[in-house]
T-cell receptor
């Protein structure tokens, strides 16, 4: 059974702390994504990666960085957490685009709910 | 920039009826459009994909239409059940590798 695993379901951090959110997928997918989800705003893309050591900014990268040292692992880093980064963070993976059989389906983890006090 | 709009108001329907959800997009011509289901506190789960050259796609009680002229997709659940209650998200590929999502529509099916 395919799986995307996020390291923590719930985190509480203080303003200014450095926060690491880890994501691991076991499907040998090339693409990995980090989204945040807020009420009324839906899922917004923070960063994505289509290969090891490659990263691309999404729509809201400010205040975040990412790391992809291994194909199966994609980490989201908040260098100095702020209260406006309180949110649900969702990691996803997918096959590389292309081919009629590829639906572009994203496989999501269960989410990490981060509260910054 | 590309924008996806879904009805932000929750949809309440009676069990057995057909639920119809709408997704409108602007400033883009996607090669395909996806629909996902999300339960509270969980990650979204992929349901269906419809390509630009397909007018309609069916999967069990689900039906999706795609009108590239209107820039609209409709998502139907026939013979709805309380277990269909969830948030339904529309998504499209924003060129390259990026998938962007609408904010979702919450569906409540009453027994």
């Amino acid at each position: 059974d395919v799986k995307v695993t996020q390291s923590s379901r719930y985190l509480v951090k203080r303003t200014g702390e450095k926060v690491f959110l880890e994501c691991v997928q076991d499907m040998d997918h090339e693409n990995m994504f980090w989204y945040r989800q807020d009420p009324g705003l839906g899922l917004r893309l923070i960063y994505f990666s289509y290969d090891v050591k490659m990263k691309e900014k999404g729509d809201i990268p400010e205040g975040y960085s990412v790391s992809r040292e291994k194909k199966e692992r994609f980490s989201l880093i908040l260098e100095s957490a702020s209260t406006n980064q309180t949110s649900m963070y969702l990691c996803a993976s997918s096959l590389l685009a292309g081919g009629p059989a590829n639906t572009g389906e994203l496989f999501f983890g269960e989410g990490s709910r981060l509260t910054v006090l | 920039s590309q924008k996806i709009e879904q009805n932000s108001e929750a949809l309440n329907i009676q069990e057995g009826k057909t639920a119809t959800l709408t997704c409108n997009y602007t400033n883009y011509s996607p090669a395909y459009l996806q629909w996902y289901r999300q339960d509270p506190g969980r990650g979204p789960v992929f349901l269906l994909l419809i390509r630009e050259n397909e007018k309609e796609k069916r999967k069990e009680r689900l039906k999706v239409t795609f009108d590239t002229t209107l820039k609209q997709s409709l998502f139907h659940i026939t013979a709805s059940q309380p277990a269909d209650s969830a948030t339904y998200l529309c998504a499209l590929e924003d060129g390259g590798f990026k998938t962007i999502f609408g904010a979702g529509t919450r569906l409540f099916v009453k027994a």
